[in-house]
């Protein structure tokens, strides 16, 4: 039984509790007082050089908030409670992402997506970020990402120079070459002797191929045959390989110590530009379904009279039925026998499958008689993907995905093989992360993110780029494979604290 | 009148309806020596001493609340108003057997301000929740060992709520999209019921009965701030619709006379939240429907608590209770973040004259660092989880006048 004197012991214990804050609401171990550490690893000079995914772009342009919250740069942040030092960028001017080159508006601002029309549109604005006298030339930058880059492009001198635009040099590398004669991305980069560098690079080796549909003949060698190189064809991955090492080896040769991450390459059948639109958007009921295969009779009948003897499963490849329902799309596939000599009307079309990806700018003109990509009217009352076939560009057909798939292998096993080659190089698997994100998605322990497009929260409006919080996610992961390669304890950061997409 | 507190125990119940139950870990369901319990036990109220007995006190109430995320490293603290529920009793005696009287009291609220757009910013940026209870009472005594009493529960509140609308959504300028729900003057009617026995000289027994109470908010106003343009058709500011309980509290407690001087208190409250099942908010717009489960659970408290007459002027009290958190695991949402507390209290008394007493109660209470989930928040159809370690503190002092003759 609690007597006097415990009763006045017990008051001077919760007094005493008020005076000297003892009882505070603070955790055993505050994430705040978390200590980092390098281990092995030195980021006192870190340097990123690669294309968009390293500049920070993002809903098809390159904007500030986007550079500020690249992956890079979060990386860096973390980097600067384990020895890190500072980390610079070429910030564009503004939050709207266009470009002027020489006073002229060029590139487009950022997408937003407008809930009205369900479509993504630039955001309205004048830009004011110049390419030509930005202010940023005659420094180097610790973020060397610039957006359309190529393995090639990276070793090419002059890749900076307003001599050269458009076609052999690069607005963004304009924006901040060092030298812009002289300058090459990988020059600038080396030339900073950095300490610790991450390399992701040769994204667009395959990926301009695969956002143009795969309509220029698939591999080229860029090094010694560039005439014949068409901006959007697959680099040829012995010439690819060869431009890895150069780069990988301009880091050894001004720190022979040089540390660093390897970034491999995405799939594209990951990525929502190529996974949004289904094969077969076409709903139609039995009336139209009837009127469209009247239309579709005389091709119907005129492929099997020539092809039934010869080749009868490319006639049932390019029979065209419609019924009551999801119907197929229409595509081009130039891989079919061309019998337009025989009569122009027999184009080389067929229905599409699920093996054949629609890219996500045909969502837009699908089923209408609006322009496509190219501009391109089709005739009266014969909509995109029904009356009238979907356009080479509009899609990636099995042939094409392979030629990417191919090449994306080879690529990866160099910059595999790379990482694995030097022990002071880590490798780090983005496209596992990118096939996570498309078949699970992420849970970052405050909420979650997926590859869906618009909704799903990694991915920004232009299907291609990660959003901000998808950065992050990024990031996190290229933090653990880091701690890992290097024993080091660098810290996470919260993706959910980032933006997804943007509403107009 | 400032009623504005802080919600601390489990859920928003703001257990603080008097300044010397508090002193005694909030016991009082059988004590008879304050008007305090026209609050705490209708049936006391014959067995007051005086002619008249009024009790008047506000209680000031620091709390915060602190989030983390061991995987993101990301960390918030609340930074919340200091909470000052009232408490006014009178009581007066009619004749031998019947005395009659009102209470207002504040026995519910929630005051929490997270910092805005923080981590768990879909779930909740700020809550201020409160709700005046105004309840004429009247009390019978069958002899000298038993009373009942009852007095009907008038009670008006509002509640202001902010959260954003998903943990992405932001117009074309990055700003996050957030709705604000405001109703004021909400009322609804409940009940107050007790029975009081005194078989000896010795000690005395009291049930208390407080109802639930629901609370209609409906066509009340919501206001969604940060609306992209191209949304704006979809989510105008509109009206919405919601309840919110007042849970049921059964108190079944003890007092015992140790001595002339000393007298020792036990009470156990059992509160229904079990009827607490989801917080649902209707928006007449296309935001449409809001469910948020909540699936709270009955739980019980213990209480104890003693009371000592030093001399002539001062009276002191220590007390302690065990607070059982209703909310269950995967539930903890942060608009009510405090876990399973223990309360130590205390406090004094003071005669100033022989008619008027000063009170004093101090509560410090006592959370232990745990991991809480919600895991039923809804994005886009994807169930997702919002985790993290949660801490609490929260302390109290009390001040109050008590006039008797």
């Known amino acids: 039984m609690m007597n006097i004197n415990q009763m006045i012991k017990l008051t001077g214990v919760v007094t005493a509790c008020v005076i000297i804050s003892a009882c505070s609401a603070d955790f055993d171990s505050p994430v705040g007082d978390k200590a980092s550490s390098s281990g092995s690893a030195d980021f006192s000079n870190f340097v990123a050089i690669g294309d968009s995914l390293t500049a920070g772009y993002a809903d098809a342009a390159l904007y500030l908030s986007g550079q500020e919250n690249s992956f890079p740069a979060v990386l860096a942040a973390q980097f600067a409670k384990a020895g890190g030092g500072s980390f610079t960028q070429p910030l564009v001017s503004d939050n709207l992402g266009g470009m002027l080159i020489g006073g002229t508006p060029t590139l487009d601002n950022r997408l937003v997506l407008d809930a009205e029309t369900e479509s993504p549109a630039p955001i309205a604005g004048t830009p004011t970020t110049e390419a030509i006298g930005s202010g940023l030339n005659g420094t180097a930058f610790n973020n060397m990402g610039v957006p359309g880059a190529k393995s090639f492009h990276a070793g090419a001198a002059g890749y900076g120079n307003p001599a050269g635009l458009p076609a052999a040099a690069n607005p963004y590398f304009v924006r901040f070459a060092k030298d812009q004669a002289t300058s090459s991305m990988i020059g600038d980069a080396a030339a900073q002797a950095p300490s610790f560098y991450v390399m992701w690079i040769g994204n667009n080796d395959v990926l301009s191929y695969a956002t ?66 289904p094969y077969n958007p076409v709903p139609l009921d039995q009336a139209t379904a009837d009127t469209l295969n009247a239309a579709y009779l005389d091709y119907n009948n005129a492929v099997a009279a020539i092809l039934g003897a010869t080749d009868p499963d490319q006639v049932a490849r390019r029979t065209i039925t419609f019924t009551a329902g999801q119907n197929a799309l229409v595509i081009m596939d130039e891989t079919l026998d061309d019998l337009t000599g025989i009569d122009p009307a027999l184009l080389s079309m067929r229905q599409a499958t699920a093996e054949d990806l629609i890219l996500l700018p045909a969502s837009a003109y699908i089923g209408t008689e609006d322009p496509n990509s190219a501009g391109t009217t089709p005739p009266l009352d014969k909509p995109w993907g029904v009356g009238t076939p979907l356009a080479d560009s509009d899609v990636l057909i099995p042939s094409e995905i392979s030629a990417i798939d191919t090449a994306r292998a080879a690529f990866n096993a160099t910059i595999e093989a790379a990482a694995d080659a030097d022990p002071n190089l880590i490798f780090f698997d983005a496209a596992a992360i990118m096939t996570e994100l498309n078949a699970n998605g992420i849970d970052y322990g405050t909420g979650f993110i997926d590859a869906t497009y618009a909704t799903g929260g990694a991915f920004s409006l232009d299907g291609v780029h990660p959003t901000a919080r998808g950065y992050a996610v990024i990031a996190n992961e290229m933090i653990d494979v880091i701690n890992a390669g290097f024993g080091a304890s660098i810290l996470k950061v919260d993706p959910g604290t980032k933006t997804t997409i943007f509403f107009k | 009148m400032c009623v504005a507190s802080s919600a601390f125990a489990g859920g928003y119940r703001v257990a603080l309806q008097g300044q010397k139950a508090l002193g005694m870990g909030h016991t009082g369901v059988a004590m008879t020596d304050s008007s305090e319990v026209v609050f705490f036990n209708p049936a006391g109220m014959v067995f007051l001493e005086n002619e008249m007995d009024i009790t008047g006190g506000v209680t000031f109430i620091d709390s915060v609340a602190k989030y983390q995320n ?69 009390s019978y005594k069958f002899n000298d060992k038993y009373s009942i009493g009852f007095g009907p529960t008038y009670v008006v509140g509002g509640v202001e709520f902010n959260r954003n609308l998903s943990t992405a959504l932001v117009d074309e300028n990055g700003d996050r999209s957030n709705v604000n729900i405001k109703a004021t003057g909400v009322d609804a009617w409940g009940y107050n019921i007790g029975f009081m026995a005194k078989p000896s000289e010795k000690y005395s027994i009291g049930i208390s009965y407080r109802s639930q109470v629901d609370m209609q908010a409906r066509g009340e106003e919501a206001d969604f701030r940060n609306i992209p343009a191209s949304l704006q058709s979809t989510f105008p500011d509109t ?123 101090f509560l410090y209470l006592m959370f232990s660092e745990f991991n809480g989930s919600y895991d039923y928040y809804d994005q886009s159809g994807t169930t997702i989880s919002f985790a993290g370690d949660y801490k609490s503190r929260v302390l109290a002092v009390g001040f109050g006048l008590n006039y008797k003759y």
């Open chain 2, 70 to 138: 061991q995987d993101t490293n990301t960390s918030a603290e609340t930074d919340n108003p200091i909470g000052t529920p009232i408490n006014f009793y009178l009581s007066k005696k009619y004749d031998e057997k019947i005395s009659y009287g009102v209470g207002i009291y504040t026995p519910y609220g929630n005051s929490v301000e997270w910092p805005t757009d923080w981590a768990g910013s879909h779930l909740v940026n700020n809550i201020e929740l409160k709700a005046i209870y105004i309840q004429p009472t009247i």
């Open chain 1, 212 to 277: 143009s549909g795969g309509v220029v003949d698939a591999v080229c060698k860029p090094i010694s045959a560039p005439s014949a190189c068409d901006p959007n064809a697959i680099t040829d991955p012995t010439e690819f390989a060869g431009v890895y090492a150069s780069l990988t080896g301009a880091f050894t040769t001004t720190n022979p110590a040089v540390q660093g991450m390897l970034v491999n390459i995405p799939d594209v059948s990951t990525i929502p530009y190529f996974t949004t639109v």
């Open chain 2, 239 to 361: 009206t919405f619709d919601a309840d919110l309980i007042l849970p049921a509290e059964l108190t079944i407690g003890i007092a015992y006379n140790l001595s002339t001087e000393t007298v020792l208190a036990f009470d156990i409250n059992r509160t229904y939240w079990g009827a607490y099942k989801s917080l649902d908010v209707y928006f007449n717009n296309g935001a449409g429907l809001s469910s948020n489960p909540r699936n709270y659970k009955d739980v019980n408290i213990y209480r104890i608590g003693i009371q000592h007459q030093l001399n002539e002027k001062t009276v002191l009290r220590g007390g302690a209770y065990f607070d059982e958190s209703p909310i269950q695991d995967g539930y903890f949402a942060p608009e009510t973040p405090r876990n399973d507390s223990k309360g130590l209290t205390a406090g004094a008394s003071y005669s100033l004259s022989q008619t008027l007493e000063l009170d004093f109660s």
